[in-house]
């Protein structure tokens, strides 16, 4: 039931960050600076520390699949990014406790990462015509973190309650 659920707000994050969140897109205002919402890779970052990094990776290869199929012109490129960054961020927490500072930098370095890879990623394919500078992609990270920062105690209370219910049904 409760797997049920995060499917549906991870598409409903999907399916708002094509629509409503276009409000922080300043690109559209006439700003060059780019400010996009990955809601949906913070919640995958989130589920990632809490709930596995294996369950994680397939979210975010099915979602980022789906990023491929609606937004963009090569498939593969949301859905390796979209799979490795939560997974690469439940590596590092094997060895740290979690806590809200280090979930809110590895929320920031996650969705850095992110940006960079996809941008990378485009240019090896020729489809970008601008050249990579790093500091195009701090608000968006700035963004996304202070959606983890709003977002952490629901999250939190939430994940942790499902952690426990995996375990009350491992002891059956």
């Not at 609606?70 to 979209?82: E, H, L, S």
């Not at 394919?125 to 700035?142: I, K, N, S």
Request: charged content about 10%; hydrophobic content about 60%; overall charge negative.
């Amino acid at each position: 039931m409760r797997w049920g659920i995060l499917f549906a707000g991870l598409l409903g994050l999907f399916v708002l960050e094509g629509t409503v969140f276009q409000v922080f897109h300043l690109q559209a205002y006439g700003r060059e600076v780019a400010v996009l919402p990955r809601f949906l890779l913070v919640v995958l970052i989130f589920v990632s520390l809490y709930l596995g990094r294996r369950r994680a990776f397939l979210f975010g290869l099915l979602f980022g699949l789906f990023f491929d199929i609606q937004y963009c012109d090569v498939i593969g490129v949301y859905a390796f990014t979209m799979a490795l960054i939560p997974y690469l961020s439940a590596l590092a927490y094997q060895y740290f406790q979690l806590n809200v500072l280090l979930i809110m930098i590895t929320v920031l370095l996650g969705v850095f990462m992110h940006e960079s890879a996809v941008f990378l990623l485009f240019e090896l394919f020729g489809l970008t015509g601008y050249p990579y500078h790093w500091l195009d992609y701090v608000p968006t990270a700035l963004l996304n973190a202070g959606f983890a920062i709003l977002a952490y105690r629901p999250l939190n209370h939430w994940l942790e309650k499902m952690v426990d219910s995996r375990q009350d049904e491992v002891d059956l």
